[in-house]
């Protein structure tokens, strides 16, 4: 039989999620809390007023102006999508071609790889240096490469580093490459560097994270007009339904109440970080929701969050977890599951 396969894609394996069956869920950086029932109420109020017998607005325009007036950007900057992973697919489909290179620093959101090779276009990563983005290497790999985007996640998932603006001004200014800058999870961090977005540098946001809203997969890119010109280009007509345009504006016309649980995520961030370090694990300054963590029998600590029925995103390959925060019951539980996993290690010992 004929192998009727992109040959870009034969080397994939198929995407098989995690099943989220377990007591607490904290591997796929979720906010732990749902929407407040008042905004529910007010997205019920707004979808009963959609004629569903016609498509959705093609622009999302009321969406991308609620988006552009609470960020003060023009709109006419601004690309609506289903989710970043959309919004990636568009990027690479305007600007990445058979032979054209892209590059990273790993580890980093897998998605920009794998979105260039299916485009067809070559792959390249730097490794971070002790949970850092190297700058210099980062650099020179993407001129030594001649590249035409160079992705860089801030803050990094999973590593939760955020790169200094000065840094960040020295790729775009060291590189002719467009710069795609990944703020997914900007809003449990003090700083954010949407005013930069420009035809040279690509900003991308999301409602997944901070604003709770990760069931109805909206994302936005924010860059100059040529730019967004050319995303229009490859974007579909009617990419983003009529429930999602209504239920994110009006969660974006409420924003002040939805963010209103990130400064105990942030505490709770911060208070799982100082508990990992007091017990002399390795585990990285993090800007986002959740901690990356090197602990020592890694295997042996992810089968005791399966039995304690907590999942947690394992990387094998690196020996390290992801802990997505969680409310401070359910890392509270985090906590005791790895006290209990060392107590009975050192008793065996």
Not at 115 to 132: L, R
């Amino acid at each position: 039989m004929m192998n009727y396969e992109k040959a870009a894609i034969r080397e994939f394996q198929s995407y098989v999620p995690e099943p989220q069956m377990a007591e607490i869920v904290l591997n796929a950086n979720e906010n732990p809390y749902d929407l407040p029932e008042e905004v529910i109420e007010k997205i019920t109020e707004e979808i009963a007023k959609i004629p569903f017998n016609r498509y959705p607005d093609p622009g999302s325009t009321e969406l991308i102006k609620a988006f552009a007036g609470l960020n003060k950007v023009d709109p006419d900057r601004v690309v609506a999508g289903n989710g970043l992973d959309e919004i990636l697919s568009y990027i690479i489909s305007a600007f990445i071609g058979p032979g054209d290179v892209a590059v990273t620093h790993e580890p980093t959101f897998s998605m920009y790889e794998i979105w260039t090779k299916i485009a067809g276009g070559d792959f390249y990563t730097v490794p971070n240096t002790g949970g850092k983005i190297d700058v210099d290497a980062l650099i020179k790999e993407a001129n030594d490469k001649n590249a035409k985007i160079v992705f860089v996640c801030s803050p990094n998932n999973p590593t939760g580093e955020q790169l200094g603006k000065e840094d960040l001004k020295r790729i775009v200014d060291e590189t002719k490459s467009l710069i795609v800058l990944d703020e997914a999870y900007v809003d449990f961090s003090d700083t954010s560097y949407l005013p930069l977005a420009s035809d040279r540098m690509i900003v991308l946001r999301t409602l997944s994270k901070a604003y709770r809203f990760p069931a109805g997969r909206c994302g936005f890119a924010v860059s100059g007009k040529d730019i967004t010109d050319a995303l229009r280009k490859v974007k579909g007509p009617y990419n983003l339904n009529a429930l999602t345009q209504t239920a994110a504006r009006v969660i974006l016309e409420n924003s002040g109440q939805i963010l209103d649980k990130v400064p105990e995520i942030v505490s709770e961030r911060d208070s799982l970080y100082r508990f990992f370090k007091d017990l002399g694990l390795k585990v990285f300054p993090s800007k986002a929701n959740f901690l990356y963590v090197l602990p020592e029998d890694d295997k042996e600590l992810q089968k005791a969050f399966l039995e304690s029925g907590i999942l947690i995103k394992y990387y094998p390959g690196d020996h390290a977890f992801r802990f997505t925060v969680g409310t401070p019951e359910q890392n509270k539980k985090v906590k005791q599951v790895v006290k209990d996993f060392y107590a009975k290690d050192t008793k065996t010992t």
